[in-house]
């Protein structure tokens, strides 16, 4: 899945989100749902309290965070403040099932790529398809 990292200001301080299949394994069990359907569950106001609380937890533990400290943190700023965090866990949960809204798409083209093509085709004895027939 996924390794795309969400990094906000949230809380107390500057934090790192991340997750990977783990902690999405884990969501999943512990909402009862799939990662999208949180994700609209979050979207759409129905969202339950565990998909606030463990998105964020989860989502700190896959970005580095020791569980303990991610815990702590979850019930000092989630626990009670439900609206409030809904969301940067939906921030969390979109960024890493579908990627960061300014992350090209598909795969990065090596460089000397369009070079090493050129030299193949440049060293053949085979006519060009573009070479008019005579």
């Not at 403040?81 to 083209?109: C, H, M």
């Not at 193949?120 to 398809?129: G, I, K, N, V």
């Amino acid at each position: 899945m996924s390794l795309c990292h969400v990094e906000m200001t949230w809380a107390d301080g500057d934090y790192r989100f991340c997750l990977p299949m783990a902690q999405l394994e884990e969501l999943q069990t512990l909402c009862d749902a799939g990662p999208l359907v949180v994700a609209k569950r979050l979207e759409h106001g129905h969202w339950k309290t565990q998909d606030v609380f463990h998105t964020l937890r989860l989502g700190l533990i896959g970005g580095g965070m020791e569980a303990v400290p991610a815990l702590k943190l979850c019930r000092a700023y989630v626990e009670g403040r439900w609206g409030e965090n809904v969301l940067y866990a939906q921030s969390v949960l979109l960024q890493t099932i579908f990627g960061k809204p300014d992350e090209p798409v598909g795969k990065s083209r090596a460089r000397g790529t369009r070079a090493a093509r050129r030299a193949r085709t440049e060293s053949s004895t085979s006519a060009s398809s573009t070479d008019s027939v005579s």
